[in-house]
């Protein structure tokens, strides 16, 4: 087998690149330190106007952890996003955005107490996991399905610890379950208990009790 040949520090500024990602996660792991417990990190689409039905539920959802006394955590851009910072600031919780630098230039939403703006996709979704104890996931897109997909694989290899996470809108989500248990599930490619680290839930209280039960040490794995 050839060897690939590696590139020289001549060819590219392997240094500053190193350098520059080091710096993006110590302010990541910065802003995390700032973050007050418990929290909760919420994720969905940045397309979600606000007549969109996910848009009333994420900011309901927002307003209910914040009334839990949970932190709320998004990636800090509009749709889905700005709902739950919304729901949070309006109802007197602490309100933080993770953004990112994309081309089409994805400002802060209006609603972020403060916030911190990424590079890389990497860094941003080291610090959702580091910032909280639990997920809510709301419609979205490839986006979403990354960071949905990523936390799960993370659970389970047991590279972090067991957080719950939560699939809001049943209607939406409810295909994507289907297929996985007739497909991975059927042909052994995930286990039963792989698909049990999702809770399904329409209601905001709903979410909120099934994250405050694992940052209780209450949930069902725990036991």
């Known amino acids: 087998m050839r060897d ?9 500024d392997i240094d500053g690149h190193v ?8 302010k990541g792991f910065e802003a995390v330190a700032r973050v007050p417990h418990p929290a909760v990190t919420i994720f969905g689409s940045a397309r979600v106007h606000r007549a969109h039905p996910a848009y009333a539920g994420a ?6 952890f914040a009334e839990a006394g949970f932190a709320v955590v998004t990636g800090g851009g509009p749709g889905a996003m700005e709902a739950a910072n919304r729901g949070a600031q309006e109802a007197g919780g602490t309100s933080i955005g993770f953004n990112i630098e994309l081309p089409n230039e994805q400002a802060m939403n209006d609603y972020v107490d403060w916030g911190v703006t990424f590079r890389h996709f990497y860094a ?7 910032a909280a104890e639990g997920f809510v996931v709301f419609p979205g897109g490839f986006g979403t399905l990354d960071e949905l997909f990523e936390s799960l694989t993370l659970i389970q290899t047991r ?3 067991h957080f719950p996470v939560v699939l809001f809108h049943s209607s939406y989500w409810e295909g994507l379950l289907a297929w996985a248990r007739r497909r991975p599930l059927a042909e052994g490619m995930v286990a039963a208990p792989d698909l049990d680290m999702l809770a399904v839930v329409d209601e905001p209280e709903v979410a909120v009790a099934s994250v405050r039960a694992c940052a209780e040490g209450t949930c069902d794995h725990q036991r």
């Open 4 to 12: 690939v040949p590696i590139l020289s520090s001549d060819d590219w």
């Open 19 to 26: 350098r520059h990602i080091s710096d993006e996660f110590r």
């Open 59 to 64: 900011l309901a959802v927002g307003r209910a």
């Open 124 to 130: 941003r979704k080291t610090m959702f996991v580091k």
């Open 159 to 161: 590279t972090i610890r």
